[in-house]
């Protein structure tokens, strides 16, 4: 896979560069600032882009607005978006132009190795990757009517926005994957969402549910 990476902390930057180029990727450019992003990607026009939100001169959403731009102009383009906190305006801005293909994790979940590339696959593949704070803040934020679901759906509805199949929910829970059906089809009738097959449509319908 070849990716961007865009990181202004040079000790984590090369971090990255070594984790993803042991694990058999090509990192084909870095970036330590925001201008530089946009056409490191334009012109790499990478399998996937590892960007940090907040980057030089400004600190503020520099890697969020590359990111938000690039798909503009690379319709698809995988990008995984690294913060240091859950900052709901940037998750709800970057999901806005549609959730195939964007992740959106913590920068403390980058030291779980096995969780950061299992993200960056699904990305890549086209799938979803929030990482579980940011979806918890989101459906605290929609209580209605997310309260009418049960202790349980709404585990399933957490586990789904993560990107997660039904294989995986069930191993998660530990109960069957035909429970995962029952559960996501009372989750899509109690938000009024029209059901979808299994797949990245469903959890798309579950995002753009949250951050209506």
């Known amino acids: 896979m070849r990716i961007v990476i865009a990181e202004d902390n040079v000790l984590l930057r090369e971090g990255l560069v070594m984790l993803l180029t042991s694990d058999g990727h090509e990192v084909v450019a870095v970036a330590g600032a925001g201008p530089d992003v946009l056409p490191a990607l334009l012109e790499h026009r990478p399998d996937a882009a590892v960007l940090d939100v907040r980057l030089p001169p400004g600190f503020r959403d520099e890697g969020l607005r590359a990111a938000v731009e690039a798909r503009k102009r690379l319709p698809g383009l995988p990008v995984l978006v690294l913060s240091q906190y859950v900052e709901e305006t940037y998750a709800a801005e970057l999901l806005a132009g549609g959730a195939e293909g964007v992740g959106y994790l913590l920068k403390d979940r980058v030291s779980r190795v096995d969780e950061f590339l299992d993200a960056l696959s699904r990305v890549a593949a086209g799938g ?84 209506s």
């Open 128 to 211: 979803t990757a929030l990482d579980p704070e940011v979806v918890s803040q989101l459906m605290t934020t929609r209580r209605d009517p997310l309260q009418a679901l049960t202790p349980r759906e709404r585990e399933v509805l957490g586990l789904m926005a993560q990107g997660f199949d039904n294989a995986t929910i069930a191993a998660t829970l530990v109960i069957t994957e035909r429970s995962v059906s029952k559960h996501i089809g009372a989750v899509f009738a109690k938000l009024g969402l029209p059901p979808t097959d299994s797949g990245h449509r469903r959890v798309l319908a579950v995002l753009a549910y949250l951050n």
